[in-house]
């Protein structure tokens, strides 16, 4: 005899209703796709056509210390009335009449039944038009208790993460976005901490906001000017604190930091955060000449030349009168760049990079009194084309 649920979720509302009959050792869950949960069109929410589980726990009251787990099967049916069922394993036990159950989205192993951590994924690849499943969570309200064999159970689940659609102005048309970076010092991404039996899940449960970063990644995404980024993050509230975000493409890179000092910006749970962020385009490949160091002009001369792929050539005229040049390779994430030369040392430090018009600036992450300025320029054709003998250089200051 297979037992049978109904889920329903509205756009409106976080609530998914289950209701069963005759529970055995199948489990049907069935849900109306027009009306429910993993992805939205900007009117509805609903189930993907593949990848949905459910993890339900469950124990027969008298043995309440025993807590069995079962997914839903990875295989289900969406029928023609719109309906979607699945599937899963129920082990009944000898002789109980009756059982408690809870469920959560999405399906994850918990090794411990009692309490559980769902992390808030700090990937995340939503479409063009919603979330990404993967990073929702869903908890069941109450625990339901089945007597005997039920004609009907109902769950009622609830939204515990919060959602952001972000609208991206200023990056090129037709640029390939690679990634883009959100990032705050209220640290929105974390995990959630619950208990599917509680009596009250949703109401004790903890969140953790642990990392600043959440990175959103899309395939073939192509820049209209105009972009929606949506994600998930840990209930957070970012009033009077700050966030910025970097947009990596294969052309350029774009960032821009907000200070929310005496602004409001709050991501609730179960709600939509609607904002739009104007970026700048952080432009450092190309040819650059130090002007000001520490506030003042240099008593030495610096070129550097960085190219698409953050390699830099570096010339000096620091301790001598002859040019030194260095290469090196570079990373440059979240407006921070670090390097490495090809002889395999380390620069001293990693910089913090902001770029306006032909203006370049680089201060030290460590000392922000350190100051670079640099501006577009053109490389006499003066500067050696070959990188300085070591033996030359053993003893030579790096600028870098």
Known sequence: MPFVALLVLGCSSEDVNISAVEPTTTIEVVADIKDSRTYYDGSAIHWADSGEQLNILYYDDDNSLSISQTPTHTNYIIDSEGRIRFTADFTTTNGATRYTLGAFYPYAYQTNNSSMSIDI?????????????????????????????????????????????????????????????????????????????????????????????????????????????????IPTDLSNTDFSVTVVTDKHTYSKSVDLAGKSLNFKRAEIAKFSVTLQQVDIAGNWHLTEWRGAEPSFDVYMSIDNAYGVTLWQRIESREWQRYESSATFANGIISGLYSDGVAWSTSYSVAVDGETMTWTDTVDSTDISVYTRSVIPDSLPTTITEETRTALAERFL
């Open 121 to 233: 994924a700090q990937e995340q690849s939503p479409s063009a038009d919603s979330y990404d499943p993967a990073s929702d969570i869903l908890v069941s309200k109450q625990p339901i208790v089945v007597e005997g064999i039920p004609e009907s159970v109902k769950l009622s689940f609830a939204r515990m993460v919060a959602f952001a659609k972000m609208t991206l102005k200023g990056i090129g048309e037709g640029e390939i976005i690679e990634k883009v970076i959100f990032s705050s010092s209220a640290k929105p991404a974390g995990c959630v901490e619950f208990s599917v039996l509680d009596p009250s899940p949703v109401e004790s449960a903890k969140w953790h906001n642990s990392y600043e970063d959440i990175t959103i990644i899309r395939d073939n995404w192509i820049a209209t000017g105009e972009d929606v980024v949506w994600m998930t993050t």
